[in-house]
């Protein structure tokens, strides 16, 4: 089992916002440690959507946004596309295990 | 632009060794600015750090794999390499290598390679 909980689906029309929970503790996120958002398209590599809690790497539309408080962190996606449909994973380090942790992953449909 | 390739078997029989080299192109594996990363995802299933590794040969490990995994280096190659011992079904996966920056985030993947573990 994953320390990082994400809810496993969200959906919603195009044009929406959506938000994206990762839920953690007091040995990872709530610790101060970063967390990082991936987006995983059908059938290929994860990509990084989010570095930092909060900033976007060069090319990633300013659609996604992250944040981070206390022991959780969110992702949250506005105007949603068609073509955001895939897996998102939140990813963070924890202290207690000594281990980068990824998030169990939220599956994002387009109604 | 980095780029990374994973290359090695497909096909791996139980109780033996996997071992794959990721050769990265458009950078130099001799960076400061990153450490070098292996990550899986069994089909189906979330993705899962296994370990990385520094230019100088510094590395660290997932403990819950610690007993069975080797990351190495080799510059001259620009390469990094993973060998996982006695594996299992369990070890069926895709396995990704990334460049992990300080921060902690794998920044850019490699197309993955499908792994499987079997008689």
């Known amino acids: 089992q994953s320390v990082l909980t994400q809810p496993p689906s969200v959906s919603g029309a195009p044009g929406q916002r959506v938000t994206i929970s990762c839920t953690g503790s007091?040995?990872?996120?709530?610790?101060?440690?970063?967390v990082h958002w991936y987006q995983q398209l059908p059938g290929t590599a994860p990509k990084l959507l989010i570095y930092?809690?909060?900033n976007r790497p060069s090319g990633v539309p300013d659609r996604f946004s992250g944040s981070k408080s206390g022991t959780s962190a969110s992702l949250a996606i506005s105007g949603l596309q068609a073509e955001d449909e895939a897996d998102y994973y939140c990813?963070?380090?924890?202290?207690?295990?000594?281990?980068?942790?990824f998030g169990t992953g939220t599956k994002v449909t387009v109604l | 632009q980095l780029q990374l390739q994973e290359s090695g078997p497909g096909l791996v029989k139980p109780s033996e060794t996997l071992s794959l080299t990721c050769t990265v192109s458009?950078?130099?594996?001799?960076?400061?600015?990153?450490?070098w990363g292996w990550i899986r995802q069994p089909p189906g299933k979330g993705l899962e750090w296994i370990g990385s590794?520094?230019?100088?040969?510094?590395?660290y490990y997932n403990p819950s794999l610690k007993s069975r995994v080797t990351i190495s280096v080799d510059t001259s190659k620009n390469q990094f390499s993973l060998k996982l011992s006695s594996v299992t079904a369990a070890d069926t996966a895709v396995y990704y290598c990334?460049?992990?920056?300080?921060?902690?985030?794998?920044?850019?993947w490699g197309q993955g390679t499908m792994v499987t573990v079997s008689s």
């Open positions: 458009g950078g130099s594996i001799s960076s400061s600015s990153y450490y």
């Open positions: 990334a460049p992990q920056a300080i921060a902690g985030s794998f920044d850019i």
């Open positions: 590794i520094y230019y100088s040969g510094s590395t």
């Open positions: 007091s040995s990872n996120i709530g610790a101060g440690y970063d």
């Open positions: 990813q963070s380090y924890d202290s207690s295990l000594s281990v980068y942790v």
């Open positions: 930092g809690n909060s």
